[in-house]
């Protein structure tokens, strides 16, 4: 079993920053792959970014390329998503996920961290 928690959110004025954490614990593996998702209010949840612990290149959504970068601290079993040049689109739930290859989806979950983005 692996338990994800996320923390960092909060409420930030457009055009600011945030970097969110999200600490995995119990079995993780190196082939694992850690994602970070979005769901913001009426909306379905949305892929934003994802990166392996074996440190393969990480992949983002067209929406947040260029403003956001995830990044991972394997002695702390962390992951990060570092988010600048924030828009108030950007307002949602964001969860960290972990999907265990050859799995083709993410079956472990935090518990979610709310970002908003004031206009």
């Known amino acids: 079993q692996v338990q994800l928690v996320e923390s960092g959110g909060g409420l930030v004025q457009a055009g600011g920053s945030l970097r969110l954490s999200c600490a995995a614990s119990?079995?993780?593996?190196?082939?694992?792959?850690m994602g970070w998702f979005r769901q913001a209010p009426g909306k379905e949840r949305e892929f934003v970014a994802a990166?392996?612990?074996?440190?393969?290149?990480?992949i983002y959504a067209d929406s947040v390329k260029g403003r956001f970068t995830i990044s991972r601290d394997n002695a702390k079993v962390t992951v990060y998503l570092q988010m600048n040049s924030l828009k108030p689109e950007d307002t949602a739930v964001y969860y960290c996920?972990?999907?265990?290859?050859?799995?083709?989806?993410?079956?472990?979950w935090g518990q979610g961290t709310q970002v908003t983005v004031s206009s």
């Open positions: 990166i392996s612990w074996s440190g393969s290149s990480p």
């Open positions: 996920a972990l999907r265990r290859p050859p799995a083709t989806f993410y079956d472990y």
């Open positions: 119990g079995r993780t593996l190196s082939r694992d792959f």
